[in-house]
């Protein structure tokens, strides 16, 4: 295999990567403005011409360990069935709404609230354009698009490592700590991998000062677009994908207005456009009287059934609550790997990556923070509740864990202008 240093970025990657997740977030826009089949049809036959150029054209050549990764996700996706609770009652039958609605609204009569049919359901719009194109609907094929989904983010990670060993370090490490969450049709493995690709992308524009652009505009402006891309893909997967957004939009401002660095109209307009759809979702659920939902629970109910913070207070004076956060949030065998791996490369490179150090770190314990907040004001059982935090834990076990390698190889190569 070729194990040579690349030239970093692969613009090639990141000029797919940012096609790909156009063709993924105009499925969901055409679906959105109630478009005719054939849109619907003819942009997912774009998206199947670009994954096949990715697999068999030979400027991919030396991304074979990617290629062999996403086909064998999607055999294992499509040879396995829909069994997690979560992606069978909530985004699979989202999916099946749409499919046989034929209506990405279907969710606003507010059939069978539970289901949160106030979530963004971008990945649901994309498995109902398969099942439309394979005529009928079943409980397996249509999560195997949850795989496609996933791709434009991982392009953008590859082709910011600098050779195959890393790339095909990086995917061993995404196996070991995602598990199953990746094929089973559950969205946290999504959210995790955008999230780091779309913090990556953000650093890049607005903070890194050496980065190799080859002195052409196109490239930044297929960075940025990849940037959006990915941004409004993260907010319309799930709940926490709006959230992380929203953190690392505060950590942003707070970086440039601690490193003095002057706010332009470009930044403006790109979190601009990046919010504008999962706004326009949130504002079409409620004029359509669909009530948010917390953990399942209607956004009343669950503010105020019993006061929020009479919950966090009750819990926090019961020794139980410490031992059921420690043993799932705290002692996680991954969790634990992946701090390690950071924290040996935050002691070799953090001098000569000051900057990056403090961005990552920010966004990750603000969304640790966050998750304390709500397993403590849960109105569910917490024991039963904290059952979910693995799922949400593999957002801060992969980014440590890709920021780690991505910072450590800067060790011996230097970004050119």
């Known amino acids: 295999m070729n194990v040579k240093v690349k030239n970093i970025p692969d613009w090639n990657l990141i000029h797919i990567s940012s096609l790909i997740g156009f063709i993924v977030f105009l499925n ?11 849109f619907l049809y003819l942009n997912f036959s774009g998206l199947l011409v670009l994954i096949l150029y990715f697999l068999i054209n030979r400027n991919f050549k030396k991304y074979n360990v990617v ?12 040879g396995s069935a829909t069994l997690d609770w979560d992606a069978r009652s909530v985004w699979i039958f989202h999916a099946k709404r749409i499919f046989f609605d034929n209506n990405l609204y279907s969710g606003f009569d507010n059939y069978m609230p539970e289901l949160m049919n106030a979530y963004p359901i971008l990945p649901a719009s994309l498995s109902a354009t398969l099942a439309k194109i394979v005529g009928h609907w079943n409980e397996i094929f249509p999560k195997s698009t949850n795989v496609v989904i996933l791709l434009p983010a991982l392009l953008i990670q590859c082709s910011l490592l600098k050779n195959y060993k890393l790339v095909s370090l990086w995917l061993m490490f995404i196996l070991l700590f995602s598990g199953r969450i990746l094929i089973n049709g559950l969205m946290d493995g999504l959210v995790a991998m955008y999230f780091i690709s779309f913090s990556v992308i953000v650093f890049i524009l607005f ?4 980065f190799n652009f080859k002195k052409s505009k196109n490239n930044r402006f297929f960075l940025i677009m990849s940037g959006i891309f990915l941004g409004m893909i993260l907010t319309l997967l799930k709940n926490e994908g709006f959230v992380l957004i929203f953190l690392i939009f505060i950590t942003t401002i707070f970086l440039k207005v601690l490193e003095k660095i002057k706010f332009k109209f470009e930044d403006l307009i790109f979190w601009a456009i990046i919010f504008i759809p999962i706004i326009i979702w949130k504002a079409l659920a409620l004029y359509n009287g669909i009530q948010p939902r917390i953990m399942g629970f209607g956004f009343e109910n669950a503010m105020y059934s019993q006061n929020l913070f009479e919950r966090i207070f009750f819990r926090l004076s019961e020794l139980k609550t410490y031992e059921l956060i420690f043993s799932n949030l705290l002692i996680n065998e991954k969790l634990i790997i992946s701090l390690m791996i950071f924290t040996y490369c935050f002691i070799k490179m953090f001098k000569k990556n000051k900057l990056l150090f403090i961005f990552i770190i920010s966004n ?6 966050l998750l304390y907040f709500i397993y403590l004001s849960t109105p ?8 979910s935090s693995h799922r949400v834990l593999i957002t801060i076990i992969l980014a440590l864990t890709f920021f780690s390698i991505y910072i450590f190889q800067k060790k011996k190569e230097k970004f050119i202008k």
């Not at 903070?207 to 050496?210: A, L, P, S, V």
């Not at 990750?364 to 923070?369: D, E, G, K, M, Q």
Request: aromatic share 26%.
């Open 207 to 210: 903070f890194e000062k050496n």
């Open 380 to 387: 569910h059982d917490l024991a039963w509740h904290l059952n």
């Open 67 to 78: 290629r062999i990764f996403f086909i064998t996700l999607l055999v294992l996706s499509l």
């Open 364 to 369: 990750v314990i603000l969304y640790y923070i």
């Open 28 to 38: 969901y826009f055409l679906w959105s403005i109630h478009s005719y089949n054939f």
